[in-house]
C-alpha cells in the first residue's frame, strides 16, 4: 500500500489513522465507492488535514447522498466531507478520476460538499491477489468540481498531535424549546409538523437574538456583527484562540485519553477547550427581529387537535482553526446546532410508537483511536440494548471494533467542566514518569475508578484489600459500558458468595477475607463475567508473565486482580521488554487510607510502577484475569 505524491502538487494533510481506517474497508473482488473522507480545513494555510473516513454502511453505493448526510450528523461542525475514497481496478489516471467524480456530482454530493475541491482518494485493486493487504496501492487527488479537472496530490501523514495543536475544541450548551401541533391519527401530518417545529428552531438559532456567550467571562458574540462589536475586548477580526486569555479558569484542558493512558513514549493528548452558553436577546431590535414582519391576524377555529412542546437540550461540539477570526465562532456554532437538530428530528421520527414521543439527547464520544469527537442521538426512554442495532451502524460507519461498547452512554466523553464532584479519583495511572524499562508499555484501556480502605464510611482496613480491587474492576465494567449495575458494596459482594453456596449465611456481615478466586466467582454472579484464572508458585515467577500479560492489556484491556497471602492488589498494566525480558508492573494498591489527593497517591506510590521484587518471594499469587463480553 502505497501514496504516490507530487511536491509541486496541493498539499493535503493526512491523519496517519486515516489509512487503517480506509484498509478495513477495501475489498479487491468489490471494486467501488468505500465512503467520505472527514477533514478539518486551515483558513491560515488553506490546508486541509483529513482526520478520518466515514464509510458507507449501505448494501450498495447508489444512496450516495443520504450517506453522506447520515454521516454528517454524528460529526462535530468544523469537520465536514472533504472527499471521497473509492476502489477501482482501473490505474489511477486524472481522466479516469474526473469521470468518477462527475458520476459523484450527478448523485448530488456536490450540494453537500462545501467547497469546490474534493480530495479524491483512487485505490487501484487487483481482483486477482489472493492476499488482500498486498492487492491495491493508492493516489490521492485534488479535484475542482467547477473545471473538472483532477491533479495529483501531495499528501503529508502528519500526527494526531499537530491536529490538537492547531484548532480549538468548541462546546456549545442551552435549552429550546420545540412546538408543534397535530390532529389525532394523523401521523404524516404530525411528522411533518416535527420537521417544521425543527426548521422554526434552526431558523431561530440563525437570528441575531441568538448569542453565544463564552462560560466564565464577560464575551457575548453573535453571528451577526452589529454595533456592539466594539464593546468587546477584542475584534471579531482577532484569531479565535484569543478567546482563551478570557476564560476565568486554565485555557488548556485535559483531552480524555485514547487507550485509558498516555501513549507508549509517555506523551499526553490535550485540547484547549472553549465551553459556550447559548443565550437569546429578549428586547431591542435584535429580539424585534426574530417576530413576524406582519400585521397579527386572529384566525378560529374549531376541532381536535395535540399541542405538544417538548424540551430540546442543545449540546454540541465542533472544531475550529486557532487562527481562524473570532467571527467564525458563532458561524460554526450555529452550523452545529442545526445539525444536532436535524439529528433530533431523525430521533424523534425513528422512536415514535403509541402515541408516545421520546426526548432526544445528545451523547459525545471519544473512542480509543479516533482523533475526534462523534456525536449520537438517543431517545432517553429506550435502553442501550435496544439500540443495539443503531449502534453496529455507528460502529462500521467510523471504523470501530465490533466486540466492544464504544458507544453507549456510559462511554459518553466526560468534558473537562464536568468532572467536579466525582467521589472516587478516575485513572489514577494517568501522569505518571515511564517506568524506566524503555520496553512496549500495554495499560488498561478506558476507565476506572480507584477503590481503597476506609471509603465510603467503612472501616475495612486490614481485611477488605480484595473487596476494593474487586470494585475497582466492577467500575471498569460499569464504565465501559458492559453494565449499569453499581459498584457493589462488601455486604453485595458477600451475599452474591453466600447465593452461589460458596459461602455460608454467616459470611454476610463478617470480615472474613476473599481472594482471586471468590473475585471471580462475584464478577460472573454479579456481572456475568467470566475471568480467567493465572497462578504462580512465587513472586520471583511473575517475572516471566509479561509476554502473557501485555498480551491480555493488548486484547482484553481489563484491571488485573491479584492475590498473595494476606495482600491483594490491582495491576493496571505491564512495561515489558521483549529483548531483555525486564518488566515493571503497573499496581495500584487497595491499602491506601488517606483521601483522593492524586499527588499523595503518585507520589507515595499508592499507584506507580513497580518492579518483580515487590511480589513476595514465598508466597503462592493467584491472578484474576476478567474476560471482555463479546457485545457493542
Known sequence: HCVITN?????????????????????????????????????????????????????????????????????????RLSGVVYTSENPPTPGYVSSQ?????????????VTTEWIVQHIQVDPTTENEGDGHSSKVFVYDSISGGATPA????????????????????????LEFEYSPGEDDDMFKAIAEGFRNLQEKVATPA?????????????QHETVDATSLPLSYQDPCHKLLQFVARPGTEEAPKKGGSKDSKGRSNAQDVLSM???????????????PSCVPLIHWEKRNFHNVCLPVN?????????????????????????????????????????????????????PPGTPHLLTAVYP????????????????????????????????????PEDRHGDIYLTNTHEGLPPSGVKGDVTV????????????????????????????????????????????????????????????PLKFVGSRKWIGSIEVSTCLNQLLGVTSRIMCVNSGADLGGKGRELALHFLTQGTPIMIGGGVLAHTILGVDFSDQTGQIKFLVLDPHYEGGEDLSVIQGKGWCGWKGVDFWDKTTFYNLCLPQRPNII
Not at 164 to 171: D, F, K, N, P, V
Request: aromatic share 8%.
Open 7 to 79: 511536491m509541486a502538487s496541493k498539499i493535503v494533510h493526512m491523519l496517519s489513522v486515516v489509512k487503517k481506517q480506509v484498509d478495513q474497508h477495501v475489498k479487491v473482488d468489490d471494486p467501488g465507492p468505500l465512503g467520505f473522507l472527514l477533514g478539518i480545513p486551515n483558513t491560515k494555510t488553506d490546508i486541509t488535514t483529513v482526520v478520518g473516513l466515514g464509510a458507507l454502511v449501505g448494501a450498495d453505493g447508489t444512496a450516495l447522498l443520504q450517506e453522506a448526510e447520515d454521516t454528517l450528523l454524528h460529526l462535530p461542525a468544523g469537520i
Open 101 to 113: 467524480c462527475l458520476n459523484f456530482i450527478q448523485t448530488g454530493l456536490k450540494d453537500i460538499f
Open 154 to 177: 501531495d499528501v503529508r501523514i502528519v500526527e494526531e498531535s499537530s491536529l490538537l495543536s492547531t484548532t480549538l475544541l468548541l462546546r456549545l450548551q442551552g435549552q429550546l424549546s
Open 210 to 222: 441568538a448569542i453565544f456567550h463564552l462560560t466564565d467571562s464577560n464575551i457575548l458574540l453573535r
Open 277 to 291: 452558553q447559548l443565550l437569546f436577546q429578549q428586547t431591542g431590535l435584535e429580539a424585534i427581529a426574530m417576530l
Open 314 to 366: 442543545i449540546d454540541v461540539t465542533a472544531y475550529i482553526s486557532r487562527d481562524a477570526p473570532v467571527s467564525r465562532v458563532p458561524q460554526v456554532l450555529v452550523e452545529a446546532v442545526c445539525r444536532q437538530l436535524q439529528g433530533m428530528d431523525t430521533c424523534l421520527g425513528m422512536h415514535f410508537q403509541g402515541g408516545q414521543f421520546c426526548v432526544p439527547t445528545a451523547y459525545h464520544f471519544l
Open 380 to 415: 432517553s426512554s429506550l435502553h442501550d440494548d435496544m439500540l443495539e442495532w443503531y449502534r453496529k451502524d455507528l460502529h462500521q460507519r467510523f471504523s470501530l471494533p465490533v466486540d466492544r461498547p464504544l458507544l453507549r452512554r456510559q462511554n459518553a466523553y466526560v468534558f
Open 444 to 503: 488498561v484501556q478506558g476507565r476506572y475508578t480507584y477503590h481503597h480502605y476506609m471509603q465510603d464510611r467503612m472501616n475495612d482496613s486490614g481485611w477488605g484489600c480484595a473487596y476494593r480491587s474487586l470494585q475497582t474492576i466492577c467500575s471498569w465494567f460499569n464504565l465501559q459500558g458492559y453494565t449499569h449495575r453499581p459498584v457493589p458494596t462488601h455486604r453485595e459482594i458477600q451475599q452474591a458468595l453466600v447465593d452461589v453456596g460458596d459461602k
